[in-house]
């Protein structure tokens, strides 16, 4: 099952960023304190859109 990993340290954050939770179309990915967090890991597709959206290269779908 695909699961997204974040690294926070690497990360803008959603108010500079935000770019990987407006990629998924699943609704995986949600703002908590102003970071991505994964939500709702069971609805990933492992896509990769996410990884594909972040400028920073914080976020990797693990399969």
Excluded at 27 to 53: H, I, M, R, S, Y
């Amino acid at each position: 099952m695909p699961r997204p990993v974040i690294d926070h340290e690497s990360c803008l954050g959603v108010s500079e960023c935000g770019e990987c939770i407006e990629a998924c179309p699943m609704d995986v990915l949600e703002e908590e304190d102003d970071k991505p967090v994964v939500a709702n890991e069971d609805e990933c597709t492992g896509c990769g859109l996410c990884e594909q959206a972040c400028p920073e290269g914080a976020i990797e779908v693990e399969m």
